[in-house]
């Protein structure tokens, strides 16, 4: 996506600050509770048509509109804006210090007028584009091919003439198209091949950790998953470190929600904030004390993503809630976006999750479970939370801010509305002739910055 579409701002690859994209400059005033964006005149979609605020400005709205559910209108909520030709003034009800971060993400990233309109169809997605690169063609079950757009404002930085994106049914099949030359650059790689990966080519394989978290979510509307002493025994039964082992490579275990990445928020929480540790005992003692009978009752379901990675993930699951709890539980997968389905609509009781950081800071992990936010899916609604994230934002002291947040997770946790299981790892293969490619938390690219050099595989 953001090859395709550029938003207001972009990251550097080294730091994952903002730096200037479509917009050339801007500022914030009012404690950050107003930002004035300028763009750069020689800011044009891959038509050559000129980018405008206005552009911007019908985009951010769509996104607003709660008749599209964007998941990510809340970045948006209650701000108003003005615009000039080239010129964008947002205004927030509250504190929007990170706001040029955000910026930087895909969801703020304007849409064209023709696709917003409906005259380009959304099979044709970056046919016309804003980044430095523009949809050359698509083949279904191949690939996509990008090719460098030749309006984007830094188009005589960008080096690469095409870029192809493979679609593969597996990691295996992306490793062996690396190992062929065939590709360049694989963000994923099995687990079990790592080991040899390492030995055989230790200048193309890179481990970094990322800013994410796979965790499980409980539907608290479910007549069963509602009671928080179930909840709990379900909490207290799983043992991290063993499904690390399980698991292998690409994943450290995850002691609270917010991955333990910020220095700043990190010292905040110190050793307050974190995920009851694993306990069988306790977690036979909570079981007691819900309304749920194993013996008696039909057994919980268990929903995940089809891979053969999150199989693993809950035949584990599976195997410890009835060795150490003696309760059954159905496993169910189902293709992505059905899954996805199911999960939005609460169509579920226990279900497998991860989310990836949008920007460095915890409230890219607590705001989700705000109870109107459309990534909440878990049923649960607290004003208390919500109160807690509210202060948060309109805090002007950054240590109370993040004490503020601490509390939140720590109310998040306590009420096991969900149980995170590890923080992310990428496992990535780069060849070594492609420069440019800069590990980061976020898995960042540049893409008008990468290159290639006359080196060959490893």
């Keep these: 996506m953001s090859a395709l579409f550029e938003g207001l701002t972009r990251l550097d690859a080294l730091t994952l600050q903002p730096i200037p994209g479509l917009a050339e400059s801007w500022e914030s005033s009012r404690q950050s509770r107003r930002w004035v964006f300028h763009l750069r005149k020689e800011a044009k979609w891959s038509n050559g048509r000129t980018i405008t605020a206005d552009d911007i400005l019908q985009s951010w709205r769509r996104l607003q509109n709660p008749s599209t559910g964007a998941p990510y209108a809340s970045w948006l909520n209650d701000a108003a804006f003005t615009a000039s030709e080239s010129t964008l003034q947002i205004d927030f009800p509250h504190s929007a210090w990170n706001f040029a971060e955000q910026c930087a993400w895909p969801a703020l990233a304007p849409i064209p007028s023709e696709l917003r309109e409906g005259q380009v169809s959304a099979l044709a997605f970056g046919a016309i584009a804003s980044g430095p690169y523009r949809l050359a063609f698509r083949r279904l079950r191949d690939r996509v091919r990008l090719e460098r757009n030749p309006h984007y404002w830094n188009t005589t930085s960008t080096q690469i003439a095409s870029i192809d994106f493979f679609t593969v049914e597996s990691d295996t099949t992306a490793l062996n198209l690396f190992l062929a030359g065939e590709v360049d650059y694989s963000p994923r790689v099995p687990p079990l091949a790592v080991s040899a990966l390492k030995a055989k080519h230790p200048n193309s394989f890179a481990t970094t950790p990322q800013f994410a978290t796979c965790f499980l979510r409980f539907q608290t509307q479910d007549s069963t998953l509602k009671d928080p002493f179930l909840r709990q025994a379900l909490s207290l039964a799983i043992d991290p470190i063993a499904l690390i082992q399980v698991l292998g490579a690409g994943c450290r275990p995850a002691s609270r929600f917010v991955p333990p990445d910020l220095h700043d928020y990190d010292a905040s929480c110190g050793l307050k904030t974190?995920?009851?540790?694993?306990?069988?005992?306790?977690?036979?003692?909570?079981?007691?004390?819900?309304?749920?009978?194993?013996?008696?009752?039909?057994?919980?379901?268990?929903?995940?993503?089809?891979?053969?990675?999150?199989?693993?993930?809950?035949?584990?699951?599976?195997?410890?809630?009835?060795?150490?709890?003696?309760?059954?539980?159905?496993?169910?997968?189902?293709?992505?976006?059905?899954?996805?389905?199911?999960?939005?609509?609460?169509?579920?009781?226990?279900?497998?999750?991860?989310?990836?950081?949008?920007?460095?800071?915890?409230?890219?992990?607590?705001?989700?479970?705000?109870?109107?936010?459309?990534?909440?899916?878990?049923?649960?609604?607290?004003?208390?939370?919500?109160?807690?994230?509210?202060?948060?934002?309109?805090?002007?002291?950054?240590?109370?801010?993040?004490?503020?947040?601490?509390?939140?997770?720590?109310?998040?946790?306590?009420?096991?509305?969900?149980?995170?299981?590890?923080?992310?790892?990428?496992?990535?293969?780069?060849?070594?002739?492609?420069?440019?490619?800069?590990?980061?938390?976020?898995?960042?690219?540049?893409?008008?910055?990468?290159?290639?050099?006359?080196?060959?595989?490893?």
């Design 274 to 458: 974190k995920r009851q540790t694993f306990d069988p005992e306790a977690a036979l003692v909570a079981l007691k004390q819900s309304n749920y009978r194993p013996e008696e009752a039909q057994p919980l379901a268990f929903l995940f993503p089809s891979s053969p990675r999150n199989r693993i993930l809950a035949e584990f699951l599976q195997d410890q809630w009835r060795r150490n709890l003696g309760v059954e539980v159905k496993l169910a997968n189902q293709e992505w976006k059905t899954f996805l389905t199911a999960q939005r609509g609460l169509e579920y009781q226990i279900s497998r999750s991860s989310w990836v950081g949008d920007y460095l800071a915890p409230e890219t992990f607590l705001d989700i479970f705000q109870s109107q936010n459309g990534n909440n899916r878990t049923g649960w609604q607290s004003q208390a939370f919500d109160q807690l994230l509210q202060l948060a934002r309109d805090a002007t002291d950054s240590q109370m801010r993040l004490d503020l947040l601490t509390q939140a997770e720590d109310l998040l946790l306590q009420e096991h509305i969900i149980l995170p299981l590890y923080h992310d790892e990428s496992l990535e293969l780069i060849s070594p002739r492609l420069k440019g490619m800069h590990q980061n938390l976020r898995g960042w690219i540049d893409w008008s910055a990468l290159h290639f050099s006359e080196a060959s595989h490893d």
